[in-house]
Every structure is written in structure tokens, then in C-alpha cells.
């Protein structure tokens, strides 16, 4: 086994035994490859150990990705700001936005999307760590959101999104999983259907498990460290 096999044999186990603590089945929780910066043939590597979904930040990095990886299986998720001017170049390389945070943005997507007779699956961005450097809809307005959204009807809404505070604290970063979870209940009860929650990276993918992940989005502990900060790739507002 190379390393990159090796980190996602260690991840799968990470998954299972927070499964088993949760008293949750491991088959609910999908391995999302956080692929921002990681070479094409790392990314085969990893998908050739059966892992299906990647995710992206960058729109730039999208098109020789697609390239190198479009005879392999795997679905790819934009994980990453979406700036309005990039949303023509994402449509054509994903198969899910999950960075959905304004209704500005939702409302351009829609409009691409009916230029190009197609749709696209979403998540909604929620900031459930109240960072204002942070990206995403107010958890207090994320029923109103959800609702206006639905009417763009280009856009499947399949779930939220979120990125946990980074704190020592264990307790801090698992309030921010239960504040998604929790909106999540209320979302279904007003029919929204936001089956997945998308929570969880590679220090705090635990936390998430116990507290309803469905999707963990795993980068560091498959591919090793990234060049720059996170700030970077996330275009922290200032
Ligand atoms: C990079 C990234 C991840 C993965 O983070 P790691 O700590 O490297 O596992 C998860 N989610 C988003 C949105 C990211 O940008």
C-alpha cells in the first residue's frame, strides 16, 4: 500500500469506530476527498481504493482535473466561495455545488442553468460557527433562505453544508454539528428536502459522525499538508 492507500485505510477505520460509538451504520457516511491543490494522479490513486466523491474550491483547477480524471468514476463537489463570474466554468465540471450562500448567487446558477437546459444538485452553505470571516447563511436565516431558494427550480436542494469552528475545544466545534443538524430537522419538517449534511473534516470528522454527518470531507490526513493556510483557498471575507 502506498501512503495516500494506507491514510484512507486509516480514515475508513476512523469512520467505523465513530459509527460504532454513535450507534450509527458507517455505510451513512460518505468519504469526500478534499482535493484542492492535490495532483491528478494522487486523486486516481485515492479514487482507485473505490472512494467516489471529490470536492473542489478552486474553478481554476477544475478543467485539467476533469481532464485527467474523467475516465475514472467519481462525481465532483465545489466546496470552495463561488464567485458569480466563475459559475459559467463550475456547471461544466460539477455534479454538486455545495457552497450555496447567498440568494444572489442561487439566483445566477438558476439563470445559467436555464440558458443551458440543465440542472444541478445543491447544499446550502450555513456559517454555524457565527465567524464573520466565515462564508454562509445566518443559522437564523436559513428557513427563509431555504424557502426562497426553492422556487429556482434548476436548483435540487439536497442537503447543508457547513465548516465547524477550529477550536480546542471539542465542545465549541460540536455545537456548530448540532446547530446544522438541528436545521436540518427543521427543514424537513417544512419539506425541504436537505437529507444530507455535510460536516466534518479531517481533525473533527468524529464530532461530525456523533452528531448526524452524512458526508465528511476529508483532505490533510489523505493527502498530506497544503501549501498555503486555509484562509487562502476559502477567500476569507476580511
Ligand atoms: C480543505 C477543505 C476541507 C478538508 O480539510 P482538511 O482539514 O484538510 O481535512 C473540508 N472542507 C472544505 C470546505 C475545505 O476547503
Redesign the pocket.
Given at each position: 500500500m502506498n501512503q495516500i492507500e494506507e491514510n484512507i485505510a486509516k480514515i475508513k477505520s476512523r469512520i467505523k469506530k465513530a459509527s460504532n460509538d454513535a450507534v450509527r451504520n458507517p455505510n451513512e457516511i460518505k468519504l469526500l476527498l478534499?482535493t484542492?491543490t492535490v495532483e491528478p494522479q494522487n486523486i486516481l490513486c485515492a479514487l482507485s481504493t473505490g472512494v467516489i466523491l471529490i470536492?473542489e474550491?478552486k474553478a481554476q483547477e477544475l478543467k485539467n482535473k476533469f481532464e485527467k480524471l474523467q475516465n475514472t468514476p467519481h462525481q465532483t463537489h465545489f466546496?470552495?466561495h463561488l464567485q458569480t463570474n466563475k459559475i459559467q466554468e463550475v456547471i461544466k465540471y460539477v455534479d454538486c455545488i455545495?457552497?450555496v450562500d447567498s440568494f444572489k448567487l442561487a439566483a445566477k446558477i438558476q439563470s445559467r442553468l436555464e440558458l443551458e437546459n440543465k440542472t444541478i444538485d445543491i447544499f446550502i452553505q450555513i456559517n454555524t460557527s457565527f465567524e464573520e470571516s466565515k462564508f454562509g447563511i445566518s443559522p437564523s436565516l436559513a428557513i427563509k433562505f431555504a424557502q426562497s431558494i426553492r422556487r429556482l427550480d434548476r436548483l435540487n436542494i439536497k442537503g447543508l453544508?457547513t465548516?465547524g469552528t477550529f477550536s480546542a475545544e471539542k465542545e465549541k466545534t460540536r455545537k456548530c454539528f448540532q446547530l446544522l443538524k438541528q436545521l436540518q430537522l427543521q427543514l424537513l419538517d417544512k419539506n425541504i428536502p436537505v437529507e444530507e449534511l455535510s460536516m466534518g473534516?479531517?481533525?473533527d470528522l468524529e464530532i461530525a459522525i456523533e452528531e448526524g454527518a452524512t458526508i465528511i470531507?476529508?483532505?490533510?490526513?489523505?493527502?498530506g499538508k497544503?501549501p498555503y493556510p486555509?484562509s487562502f483557498?476559502?477567500n476569507e471575507k476580511k
Amino acid at each position: 500500500m502506498n501512503q495516500i492507500e494506507e491514510n484512507i485505510a486509516k480514515i475508513k477505520s476512523r469512520i467505523k469506530k465513530a459509527s460504532n460509538d454513535a450507534v450509527r451504520n458507517p455505510n451513512e457516511i460518505k468519504l469526500l476527498l478534499a482535493t484542492k491543490t492535490v495532483e491528478p494522479q494522487n486523486i486516481l490513486c485515492a479514487l482507485s481504493t473505490g472512494v467516489i466523491l471529490i470536492g473542489e474550491n478552486k474553478a481554476q483547477e477544475l478543467k485539467n482535473k476533469f481532464e485527467k480524471l474523467q475516465n475514472t468514476p467519481h462525481q465532483t463537489h465545489f466546496i470552495g466561495h463561488l464567485q458569480t463570474n466563475k459559475i459559467q466554468e463550475v456547471i461544466k465540471y460539477v455534479d454538486c455545488i455545495q457552497s450555496v450562500d447567498s440568494f444572489k448567487l442561487a439566483a445566477k446558477i438558476q439563470s445559467r442553468l436555464e440558458l443551458e437546459n440543465k440542472t444541478i444538485d445543491i447544499f446550502i452553505q450555513i456559517n454555524t460557527s457565527f465567524e464573520e470571516s466565515k462564508f454562509g447563511i445566518s443559522p437564523s436565516l436559513a428557513i427563509k433562505f431555504a424557502q426562497s431558494i426553492r422556487r429556482l427550480d434548476r436548483l435540487n436542494i439536497k442537503g447543508l453544508m457547513t465548516i465547524g469552528t477550529f477550536s480546542a475545544e471539542k465542545e465549541k466545534t460540536r455545537k456548530c454539528f448540532q446547530l446544522l443538524k438541528q436545521l436540518q430537522l427543521q427543514l424537513l419538517d417544512k419539506n425541504i428536502p436537505v437529507e444530507e449534511l455535510s460536516m466534518g473534516m479531517s481533525n473533527d470528522l468524529e464530532i461530525a459522525i456523533e452528531e448526524g454527518a452524512t458526508i465528511i470531507r476529508v483532505g490533510t490526513a489523505i493527502f498530506g499538508k497544503r501549501p498555503y493556510p486555509d484562509s487562502f483557498y476559502w477567500n476569507e471575507k476580511k
